[in-house]
């Protein structure tokens, strides 16, 4: 569930474009605009309307299809309301209708009672159903503040973490200097979709596509690389981990084994790059990228590396063991 309170208000006023634009806008009932919308769901109230309230799911957006409004029209030509009335005795979040259709005047008057708001969209029901349930999973999702940069490197999301100093807003600026782009800097906001995706995005949109560099301060990418160099959201698919050199510490040479770190219950693939001077970490990084892409096609370049050294042993202790017998002439 979402970590603050999410209203009808907030739903109209989400700046949404294109192909996530709802198109809402409150035809009726103003007055509950502040109702809250605690499930990220719809419900299809044909059955209330009919008179058949068990399990109701009132708590949940109700969604009115031209069959919805066929009957209701139906209701309203035999001047029956008792049914819409104990429809609106239940305290349900609010009531929106496709196709820019428009409830009958008994229907209008009952919600403005009720205070419960009346919306509408010009979106047919199953196009404005896939918009809103994508919507609302992204808004009501498990979220999470974490501190690194998000790049974009070769369609790979990439979140560059470490320690304050180590050089990951450097390692980032020098990637969008390569024709990479930047989704956030410092502060990232990670958002779990669908209980199996991570989304990253800034988590303050007045400060987004900015960067802290040491030296020249605080630089807009925006303006010095254009849009190009920036997109708002992007799921993370591989972290990296930057921390100085330890010449004391054995690191992974082969990488035949992978290591992955939970973000939100949601293994993704980890890889700790060591930093020194003479280390070009952006290149290691677009590698990284690169063999991550070869990994998610079903190619491991560590194993197959140790399967060929394994076949070449075999095959040279044969020959060894062939060409040594003593009865061999």
């Not at 973000?263 to 280390?279: H, M, Y």
Request: proline letters at 3%; aromatic letters at 8%.
């Amino acid at each position: 569930m979402a970590d603050r309170v999410f209203t009808v208000l907030d739903l109209i006023d989400l700046d949404l474009k294109e192909h996530n634009s709802l198109n809402l806008r409150c035809i009726g009932g103003r007055k509950g605009l502040g109702r809250s919308i605690d499930i990220p769901d719809l419900n299809r109230p044909m059955g209330a309307i009919m008179g058949f309230f068990e399990d109701f799911a009132y708590q949940r957006i109700q969604l009115f299809g031209r069959g919805e409004v066929a009957f209701l029209r139906q209701l309203e030509n035999e001047g029956k309301t008792e049914t819409i009335r104990e429809m609106f005795g239940y305290a349900m979040p609010c009531c929106i209708f496709t196709h820019s259709s428009c409830p009958h005047k008994d229907f209008f008057e009952i919600a403005e009672k009720a205070q419960c708001p009346i919306l509408q969209t010009d979106l047919g029901s199953a196009d404005f159903s896939a918009r809103i349930m994508r919507i609302l999973s992204r808004i009501f999702s498990p979220r999470q503040i974490i501190h690194g940069v998000l790049v974009e490197v070769y369609g790979l999301g990439i979140l560059i973490q470490g320690d304050s100093g180590v050089g990951k807003s450097e390692t980032a600026l020098e990637l969008i200097h390569r024709g990479h782009r930047l989704v956030a800097d410092d502060v990232v906001e990670i958002n779990c979709i669908y209980g199996n995706t991570l989304m990253g995005a800034g988590a303050n949109k007045i400060i987004g596509h900015h960067m802290e560099i040491r030296g020249p301060g605080i630089i807009n990418i925006t303006h010095l690389f254009g849009v190009r160099a920036i997109r708002d959201r992007k799921e993370v698919q591989l972290v990296v981990e930057l921390e100085e050199w330890d010449s004391d510490k054995n690191y992974d040479r082969l990488g035949a084994e992978d290591h992955t770190i939970e973000l939100l219950g949601v293994n993704i693939p980890k890889l700790t790059v060591p930093v020194k001077p003479g280390r070009n970490i952006p290149i290691i990084i677009e590698t990284a990228a690169m063999n991550e892409r070869l990994k998610s096609m079903g190619y491991h370049a560590a194993r197959e590396f140790n399967k060929n050294i394994l076949k070449w042993i075999e095959s040279d202790a044969t020959r060894s063991v062939f060409f040594g017998h003593d009865d061999i002439i």
